[in-house]
């Protein structure tokens, strides 16, 4: 199962932007699902949501539950089926897959949104968090890492092209520099350790990584990346980014 859906450029592929290993193999005994992934694919060429479905029915632990061909009819399968992720094209017609976000979001508030499209645009990138995306992949990558970013985003993770991730931070990188507000209060004190995570986390390192680079356990990891949010007073690592820049707690050249 080593296709792909295009050629891979420079190494794509999914990359970890959030907590945990991202491949089923890596997760301990306990955290194995009971219940399979549901997943409803969304994609206006109804030959590529075939070729999804042929490939994710070989995964034991994923079940494709139903298909829709725009953004219109995603959310009226997802107030039915209430699926655990939706596998979703950006750009498609009657209504694209960045605008039915939020109304997805608003009909099945526990499904999470991967955003699948051939669209490297920063704007579409960043359009789509903003409306709810968990993820943001491109087409290129490998059929392998479709089934593994669905399992580290029903997981809790956030997955985005290693390119895209770059341009993401570059984004808000720009943006900060846009910016000429300037804080009324000051912004909590994180100590050294927490932002050499931080930093980190930045960069896409998932725990593990993290832990290694650092030389403390995944555990530690795990502690800081929570101290973090807590006093923040942020839901996400991506937040975290975000707001550590913005404040300029954080700095990436």
């Not at 907590?19 to 009971?34: I, V």
């Not at 949104?113 to 903003?130: C, Q, R």
């Not at 930045?202 to 403390?216: C, P, S, V, W, Y």
Request: aromatic share 4%; with cysteine; charged share 30%.
């Amino acid at each position: 199962m080593a296709d792909s859906f295009g050629p891979v450029h420079g190494g794509d592929y999914a990359r970890n932007l959030d907590r945990g290993p991202s491949r089923a193999g890596d997760r301990d005994e306990g955290e194995f699902r009971k219940e399979p992934i549901r997943v409803l694919v969304v994609d206006d060429h109804a030959l590529f949501r075939r070729g999804l479905e042929i490939v994710l029915a070989q995964e034991e632990d994923i079940q494709v539950v139903g298909e829709a061909g725009d953004g219109a009819e995603a959310v009226d399968k997802a107030a039915d089926l209430l699926p655990d992720i939706v596998l979703m094209d950006v750009r498609m017609p009657r209504r694209g897959g960045i605008e039915a976000c939020t109304s997805i979001k608003e009909v099945a508030p526990s499904a999470k949104i991967i955003m699948l499209t051939i669209s490297d645009e920063e704007a579409d990138l960043y359009d789509a968090i903003k409306a709810g995306a968990t993820g943001y992949l491109l087409k290129e990558i490998s059929t392998d890492e479709v089934s593994t970013a669905i399992r580290a985003v029903a997981d809790g993770q956030s997955q985005i092209s290693p390119s895209m991730a770059s341009k993401l931070l570059t984004e808000f990188k720009s943006m900060i520099q846009r910016s000429d507000e300037r804080r009324l209060v000051p912004a909590p004190r994180l100590t050294d350790r927490e932002l050499e995570v931080l930093k980190l986390v930045a960069t896409g390192m998932n725990n593990r990584d993290i832990a290694k680079e650092l030389f403390i356990s995944e555990n530690t990891v795990k502690n800081h990346v929570r101290n973090i949010l807590e006093k923040l007073q942020l839901h996400s690592r991506m937040e975290a980014v975000v707001y550590a820049m913005r404040e300029k707690i954080l700095e990436i050249r």
